[in-house]
């Protein structure tokens, strides 16, 4: 299984370099691929970000509520994002992902740039891993005796490797531009997701700002095609995050439910729903409005078609003192009766 992976990322390599007859883009172009297949569980990222900073105002209600029951604390948290359908654990999908990537790559690079010796002839030759031998990938690497030479640097080397200031001077500033996106990318997005004030998101809002520095440690000691790897993917999300929170709006929180201990998933669908915009949109005074509104815009709509304006109500002359006004119907009649 794992064979198979490592076969079919060198032949995305491959297939790049074949384009690009370049080391550099074809790592990006594996990176650009890559993300765009986890593109459906970052626009998930996105959306959980977007609604756990929207619905912190009623966390802190249920927090100051149940402050002293830990458990009724927890389980009202769950109904809570159950009724608003928002899952704490769908930022770290794109993630987790990617981590298998990361050594599946490291694997790969140091297949592709592996030598063999010998002694007799006091040489090491360069025979890749993972390759057909007629691949441009592979004639490539064995005329450069498993070097990588990209963008100014062996893609094959790491940063600690290097000696000398001008030589390892490219790859520090690699390492570094590592460094930056990657704590930009976790300020843009601690920036619009408001944490809860407890001590394990503290915690794990701590962690979350040391992750860029520990990242950066790591990809000093790996080859540089790693490390552009991690830069072009860091970049990548920072774009993508930025398209995504414009595109999707925040939507409306539903409150949190009162619930009882004995309700069930059905009557917390119950009251779920009818908190919810639909539900208010069909209730009975609504229903009313609605069927008023529909007959004044039939009248103007039929107004319209006929061309006629509505005929206005003439007022009634207001009765003179001095003129005899006739007796009304029955007047006459009561006075006879009286008589």
């Not at 594996?30 to 297949?37: D, H, K, N, Q, S």
């Not at 599946?104 to 040489?123: C, E, Y």
């Not at 790859?171 to 990657?182: D, W």
């Not at 004030?197 to 040391?210: C, N």
Request: with cysteine; hydrophobic share 40%; aromatic share 8%.
């Amino acid at each position: 299984m794992l064979g198979f992976i490592f076969n079919l990322i060198a032949q995305v390599i491959s297939f790049f370099f074949q384009l690009s007859n370049s080391y550099g883009i074809a790592i990006i172009g594996l990176t650009i691929l890559v993300r765009l297949a986890v593109f459906p569980l970052t626009v998930k990222q996105v959306r959980s970000m977007q609604a756990m900073s929207r619905l912190q105002p009623e966390v802190k209600k249920l927090q100051a509520q149940y402050r002293g029951d830990r458990q009724k604390l927890n389980e009202e948290m769950m109904k809570f994002y159950q009724a608003n359908k928002v899952n704490p654990a769908s930022g770290c999908l794109p993630l987790l992902i990617q981590a298998p990537i990361f050594l599946v790559l490291f694997r790969v690079l140091r297949g592709l740039t592996a030598s063999k010796s010998f002694p007799w002839l006091l040489v090491r030759v360069c025979r890749p891993h993972y390759l057909k031998k007629s691949s441009e990938l592979f004639r490539a690497l064995v005329q450069s005796g498993g070097r990588m030479r990209s963008f100014g640097l062996d893609l094959a080397q790491s940063a600690s490797s290097q000696h000398g200031a001008s030589k390892a001077l490219p790859y520090y500033l690699l390492v570094a531009a590592v460094g930056v996106s990657g704590y930009y990318q976790q300020h843009q997005t601690s920036k619009r997701q408001t944490m809860p004030d407890s001590a394990q998101a503290q915690q794990m809002q701590t962690i979350m700002k040391f992750l860029p520095i520990f990242f950066t440690i790591i990809t000093f000691t790996m080859q540089s095609g790693i490390v552009l790897y991690w830069l072009t993917s860091n970049l990548f999300a920072v774009g993508q995050q930025a398209l995504l929170l414009r595109m999707h709006p925040p939507e409306a929180v539903t409150p949190a439910l009162e619930t009882t201990a004995g309700d069930t998933a059905t009557d917390i669908a119950s009251k779920n729903g009818a908190r919810s915009p639909a539900a208010r949109k069909l209730s009975p005074a609504n229903s009313k409005l609605s069927l008023q509104e529909r007959a004044l815009s039939a009248q103007k709509t039929a107004r319209e078609r006929s061309g006629r304006a509505p005929q206005a109500k003439t007022p009634e002359a207001p009765a003179k003192p001095w003129v005899k006004q006739p007796p009304r119907p029955g007047q006459g009649s009561n006075k006879k009766k009286r008589k």
